[in-house]
């Protein structure tokens, strides 16, 4: 049996508050690189050396453009990480937001147009 058209916005409500509560929150990805410099005498370039890292970075598209930038610590790096994983809830909160406004469509009454006398 389908929901009520109250429990249906009564769950509306619900997901604006959960909405309204989000913290600071961001899109992108946080990913680590490891490399080698330029300089020839560097240990880095030595056989069997891994290289330079690991560095973070932080990825995320702007207007089509990837942008990254660079982490400098842990405490960036932990900060980055919660902004988006609330971005990450926001996303799912819409997504509910959407289907259930679509369920919301479906069991409100149509309105009778008004009769008017002749």
């Known amino acids: 049996m389908p929901d009520s058209l109250t429990a249906l916005l009564d769950r509306k409500a619900d ?3 959960r909405i309204a509560n989000l913290g600071d929150f961001r ?3 946080i990913s680590t690189t490891i490399g080698r ?3 020839p005498s560097c240990h880095c370039h030595r ?3 891994r290289g330079h890292g690991p560095s973070f970075r932080l990825t995320y598209k702007v207007q089509g453009k990837t942008v990254t930038e660079s982490v400098p610590d842990a405490p960036t790096r932990e900060k980055a990480e ?5 971005y990450r809830r ?8 959407v289907d259930l ?4 469509c479906k069991a409100r009454p149509v309105d009778q147009p008004k009769l008017t006398p002749r």
Do not use: D
């Open 101 to 104: 406004s679509a369920a919301i």
């Open 27 to 29: 899109p992108g990805s």
């Open 90 to 97: 926001w996303q799912r909160l819409s997504r509910e937001l």
């Open 47 to 49: 056989p069997g050396h």
């Open 37 to 39: 410099c330029g300089a």
């Open 82 to 86: 919660r902004e988006i994983l609330e």
């Open 15 to 17: 997901i604006l508050r």
